[in-house]
């Protein structure tokens, strides 16, 4: 069982960056995929970034070019910097780990971070 905590979150202003941490309490190596996730009051939890095992990252289009997502595996810490920040990027964002083993779907998540972005 692995915990994840996040932390870095905050409230900015418009234009402003904020860098988000996962901390896992074990090895992060060995998971399939890493990402954050994000949800805003009313709306559906949203990927934002993910990273695979072999060092892929893709990125929900209203975050490319201002987000960028990392992985420390010595530190087993994921982090999120977020650039250029807008107040529609406000929500709870969520940290992720990913495993698939023999069929099974297995995921983790962190309690969230909240993210406040003011015009």
């Known amino acids: 069982q692995v915990q994840l905590v996040e932390s870095g979150g905050g409230l900015v202003q418009a234009g402003g960056s904020l860098r988000l941490s996962c901390a896992a309490s074990g090895s992060i190596v060995s998971f399939d995929s890493l990402g954050w996730y994000r949800q805003a009051p009313g709306k559906q939890r949203e990927l934002v970034a993910l990273?695979?095992?072999?060092?892929?990252?893709n990125y929900v289009d209203s975050v490319k070019g201002r987000f960028i997502i990392s992985r420390d595996n010595a530190k087993n810490t994921l982090y999120l910097q977020m650039n250029s920040l807008k107040p529609e990027d406000t929500a709870v964002y969520y940290c992720?780990?990913?495993?698939?083993?023999?069929?099974?779907?297995?995921?983790?998540w962190g309690q969230g971070t909240q993210v406040t972005v003011s015009s």
């Open positions: 990273v695979t095992s072999g060092a892929e990252t």
């Open positions: 992720n780990a990913f495993l698939l083993r023999y069929g099974r779907k297995i995921d983790y």
